[in-house]
């Protein structure tokens, strides 16, 4: 087992004049196999809202975080711009604009998480000509 080793050449040292053979000697090549764990959320379809859906899901977001308007008035605002709930083509009131900023941050949260990969059970197998 390959211990705190930062490349090969650590792990089998330099020869120099009168000092014993190095270990490289006669070695022409190495095989390295070790286990890489990944964990990701991106493996599945990730894009399950429609071009409609996040274009209104940006357009909330935009005016919740930075104008800082209550969900009444958004209501109102996406009314006059004639936008519908995606399904049943309804007035969107200030409940349903909650519930699709909420559902969409926590959409943003589960997408956007990261991990981190592991490389475990290291080998390293000389190869001897």
């Known amino acids: ?21 190095s270990i490289t ?33 940006r357009i909330i977001k935009f005016l919740i975080e930075k104008k800082k308007l ?16 995606v399904r049943t083509k309804s007035v969107l009131k200030s409940n349903y604009i909650h519930s699709i900023y909420k559902k969409g941050k926590v959409r943003e949260e589960r997408i956007g998480r990261s991990f981190k990969s592991e490389i475990t059970n290291i080998i390293v197998i000389p190869n001897e000509i």
Do not use: W
């Not at 000697?25 to 964990?39: D, S």
């Not at 209550?70 to 709930?85: A, T, V």
């Open 1 to 21: 087992m390959v211990q705190n080793y930062s490349t090969v050449t650590d792990l089998f040292g330099t020869t120099k004049q009168n000092s014993k053979p």
């Open 70 to 85: 209550s969900l009444k008035r958004i209501s109102d605002i996406l009314f006059e711009k004639g936008y519908r709930s």
């Open 25 to 57: 000697k006669g070695l022409e090549q190495l095989t390295i196999k070790f286990v890489l764990n990944i964990q990701t959320p991106r493996l599945s379809k990730i894009y399950h809202y429609n071009s409609y859906q996040t274009k209104l899901y």
